[in-house]
């Protein structure tokens, strides 16, 4: 049972024959050119170890400052939620939640939801609820915006050095590692292979 | 992909089955779950085509469209310095940047505040009145068009993000602060509204129509 021999892209809806391919092949739609699937060998072992990295550095994100700003002899810092707790504090509820969702919390739950999925698996056990995760997963990600707040950063960066002294802080360089640990867990990532593992499970 | 095993091209929809939006399953007509309207692989609820998808685009671009004037008119945030006050809108942001000579940033911003949100509106509603006047030009180049916008609509949010590291980094009482301004939660409003209007759309009635007057059908 459930075994995918067809896929209809998900764009147009063309059925497609799903094909051997070698690693980091991916397969795109005849007619409309939208991927179809892609292929990755050693995909869950690969993923696994990038969101076990992701986690950490996102961690560490959380613990140092991400600037430091020197202004007349006085210095300050920010740490990675300050923008989302000021943003409260001036009245803006809802752009602090907005922040903070696709700043902070999004892209730590789709790190923990990987780990949380892929680190039963590789000890052949069943994860906890694998399908609610894997749907939440596909659900926040376009949410997940940890790769835009990088480049925030780098524009309020340029935008104070034309009047203050500002530098780079510890949890600057964690939450990009963060971010292309995450990435990195993506693209390796084997959906097909996943669901895979977890009917051989299933079976059992 | 071997052509032979298909000899006629068909979709989901011609043949009955359904494709799971959240992971890919192909639920096929024969298979007993189909009455249960949730995917047997991921338990979503599995549907041929987005409901009510071109009312709900329409909805939330409009919206979209109305809080996009605000969004330009109103500041984003206000820098206040040795008691000076400095307000900034989208479009004063970028040129400021631009005349402090950051041409590079100032290009990121324009690109990302301005034109993005501009090409996302402007682009989803002709999509949207294309499937509605069941226009049958040119499939691939909208299919294109759409994968693009929906791609790209995220990166408006660089705006936001600036700001929220400002007012959490200047906290200087009598020497600068930055405040926020009215203008940044209707702009998010429209990132996030396009957002929603991108997803509400469906891009599988660009060829519905196609393939419906192929066959002589709609
Ligand atoms: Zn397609
Ligand atoms: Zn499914």
New interface residues.
């Given amino acids: 049972m459930?075994v995918?021999t067809?896929?209809?892209?998900?764009?147009?809806?063309?059925?497609?024959?799903i094909?051997e391919m070698h690693s980091g092949e991916a397969?795109y739609c005849?007619?409309?050119?939208?991927v179809l699937?892609r292929s990755q060998k050693n995909s869950l072992d690969g993923a696994l170890a990038f969101a076990l990295t992701g986690l950490i550095f996102f961690f560490l994100a959380n613990l140092f400052p991400?600037?430091e700003?020197e202004?007349?002899g006085?210095i300050?810092?920010?740490?990675l939620i300050?923008?989302?707790?000021?943003?409260f504090s001036?009245g803006?509820g809802?752009?602090g939640l907005?922040?903070l969702l696709?700043?902070v919390v999004a892209p730590m739950l789709i790190l923990l939801f990987l780990v949380s999925i892929l680190l039963p698996l590789k000890f052949h056990k069943k994860p906890f609820f694998p399908?609610?995760q894997?749907?939440l997963l596909?659900?926040l990600r376009?949410w997940a915006?940890a790769e835009?707040?990088v480049?925030?950063?780098?524009?309020?960066y340029?935008?104070?050095g034309?009047?203050?002294d500002v530098s780079l802080g510890v949890s600057l360089f964690s939450f990009v590692f963060m971010v292309l640990a995450t990435l990195l867990a993506y693209v390796t990532l084997d959906?097909k292979d996943l669901?895979y593992r977890l009917g051989e499970l299933q079976k059992k | 992909m071997t052509q032979e095993r298909q000899p006629q091209r068909q979709t989901a929809r011609q043949i009955g089955a359904v494709s799971c939006h959240a992971c890919h399953f192909l639920v096929m007509p024969d298979d007993p779950v189909v009455d249960h309207k949730y995917c047997p692989r991921c338990n979503s609820g599995i549907f041929s085509r987005k409901k009510n998808s071109i009312n709900r685009t329409w909805a939330l671009l409009v919206a979209a469209m109305i809080l996009y004037i605000p969004a330009n008119i109103f500041p984003i945030m206000t820098v206040v310095s040795f008691g000076k006050k400095t307000e900034d809108t989208i479009i004063s942001g970028v040129l400021h940047l631009a005349g402090s000579g950051q041409w590079v940033i100032a290009l990121v911003v324009f690109v990302a505040s301005i034109l993005v949100p501009i090409i996302k509106i402007i682009s989803l509603t002709f999509l949207n009145a294309s499937v509605q006047i069941k226009f049958r030009w040119r499939p691939k180049e909208r299919a294109y068009l759409y994968r693009i916008i929906e791609t790209i609509g995220r990166w408006s949010m660089v705006d936001i993000f600036m700001i929220s590291i400002l007012i959490g980094l200047v906290k200087l009482q009598a020497i600068a602060t930055v405040e926020v301004g009215p203008g940044a939660l209707a702009f998010a409003a429209v990132v996030i509204l396009t957002m929603f209007a991108a997803m509400a759309f469906e891009p599988r009635l660009i060829w519905d129509q196609a393939e419906d007057s192929v066959h002589g059908r709609g």
Avoid at chain 1, 6 to 17: T, V
Avoid at chain 1, 76 to 79: A, E, I, L, V
Avoid at chain 1, 151 to 156: K, R, S, T, Y
Wanted: a negative charge; hydrophobic letters at 50%.
């Fill in positions: 459930m995918e067809h896929r209809a892209c998900l764009e147009c809806d063309m059925l497609h024959e094909t397969g005849q007619r409309c050119g939208a699937f991400l600037l700003f202004m007349q006085n300050q810092t920010n740490r300050d923008g989302s707790i000021e943003f001036a803006y809802l752009l907005v922040v696709s700043s399908e609610a894997i749907r596909v659900h376009p915006m835009i707040f480049l925030g950063i780098i524009v309020a340029v935008k104070l034309d009047f203050a959906m669901w």
